[in-house]
């Protein structure tokens, strides 16, 4: 079984960073993409930042220049620097990733992290 777990959100005001870190932990063998997305009260989770093993990575228009999502694969870990914050990133922020067990596929969820931006 493969779990994922989010940290660092918090309350802060617009112009502020956070950053959020999501630790793998379990049976993996490999990760492969890892991603952030997140989820604003009423609407779809939606794709934040995405980065492959190979450390190629892929944002969201909304946060472009903004945000930068790294890994550090010796730690099964990813993180997501975001800067400039505005009120509407507002959300819960979920980590997602293609793990790989030695025996099956498993995308498990983080349990998210909220992130609050006052204006």
């Known amino acids: 079984q493969v779990q994922l777990v989010e940290s660092g959100g918090g309350l802060v005001q617009a112009g502020d960073s956070l950053r959020l870190s999501c630790v793998a932990s379990g049976s993996i063998v490999s990760i492969n993409a890892m991603s952030w997305y997140r989820q604003a009260p009423g609407k779809q989770r939606e794709l934040v930042a995405g980065?492959?093993?190979?450390?190629?990575?892929k944002y969201a228009e909304s946060v472009k220049g903004r945000f930068t999502i790294s890994r550090n694969n010796a730690k099964n870990t990813v993180y997501l620097q975001m800067n400039s914050l505005k009120p509407e990133d507002t959300a819960i922020y979920y980590c997602n990733a293609d793990v790989y067990t030695g025996s099956y596929y498993a995308t498990p969820w983080g349990q998210g992290t909220q992130v609050t931006v006052s204006s």
């Open positions: 980065i492959n093993l190979g450390g190629s990575t």
